[in-house]
């Protein structure tokens, strides 16, 4: 992003943040989390990225985080969102008043300076696109970082102060071996983040990887080695002493991104810039995707937000799909209480019991740590396909 497309682009953001105080604060909560994170934020200067934490600080109900009050995630391209408040906080930075802010960072945007920079604007998490340790992967994929240069940068991170830092590893891809993905683990360890996301790396429609795989020049790896992999990850996290929460998530007792755990226990939440999604509980509205419409609309005040309600129906699925993705699982009494739930689920649940992929153990119904890696397919069979109140 060009110096004047970075500044038009802050100086947008801080005015939508602006012009939707009242909304998010009509909902009667606290921001309890925010997170930049979405394309690049670490392009921005700590200057220009305190100075959004600022337009939030200075619109929006904070309450008193720790406290009793719930909160909301605040998110953007940067998002900013708010949560239940009732978490650990891992370093008091200036104005944050142990919410949980969070910048997503390439290790080669990191400099000690600017790491001190971001420590002052008030950021106390950072997570960290290290992808892989293994230089050939690094390149394959287009990151401009090394693997000695993510080691750098993490280090350089943890001398700052930062004691909250979550790193992002892909597996699952043509010629990630079992070897090598053990290494990249290894090497994750050595570090001892507070938290590892870790991805099985996905063929998107309209990627150079896409276009890769359609000409036959890469092939997917075929799923039974990338559950393999996925059940060498959770060995091998769960052994140096990490808990799985999610189905993509690790961390130490207690560091669970609480920004990341608002959106699958729908928690309102708001985000701004372009893509930007937001949630107040009944509906969901989103930015526009490009930058120079965001920013004209910005500009003229029109707004570029598209919105829809959420049916029972997408309601009651979305439950389904986000509470099974969690290793927690789904409150079988807040199903009873929350729908008018269909017969074919329970008849598609019976079925899942039986086979034991989903099982049923105090009030709750979740998908085995065994069967995680299939949990997409266990969870659309539960999907509700008809009305519903």
Known sequence: MML????????????EIGQRANDFNKLGDAVNTIYFGGGTPSLLAPPALQ???QAIY???????????AAGNPVAGNPVAGCHP????????APGNHGREVTLEVNPDDITEQYLQGLLEAGFNRLSMGIQSFNDGHLKWMNRRHTSAEAVAAFTAARSAGFGNISIDLIFGFEGLSMQMWQENLNRAIELSPEHI???QLSVEPGTK????YKKGEYLQMKDTLSYKQYALLQKMLSEAGYVQYEISSFCKPGRESRHNSSYWDFTPYFGFGPSAHSFDGERRFWNVSSLNTYLKAIE???????????SPKDRFNEYIMLSLRRVVGMDVAYINSHFKVPDEFYNSLAVLIKRGDVVEQGGKLRVPPEKLFLSDGIIRELFCTGSIL
């Not at 408040?85 to 008091?92: F, G, I, M, R, Y």
């Not at 990887?209 to 890769?212: M, N, V």
């Open 4 to 15: 004047g497309k970075r500044e038009s682009f802050t100086k947008a953001l801080i005015t």
């Open 51 to 53: 100075s959004i934490l």
């Open 58 to 68: 200075a619109g929006y109900n904070l309450g008193a985080a720790g406290g009793p």
């Open 85 to 92: 408040a009732n978490h650990p906080s891992n370093l008091e």
């Open 197 to 199: 996301s870790a991805y």
């Open 209 to 212: 990887l896409h276009a890769s």
């Open 300 to 310: 003229q005040g029109t707004g570029c937000s598209r919105e829809e309600i959420i």
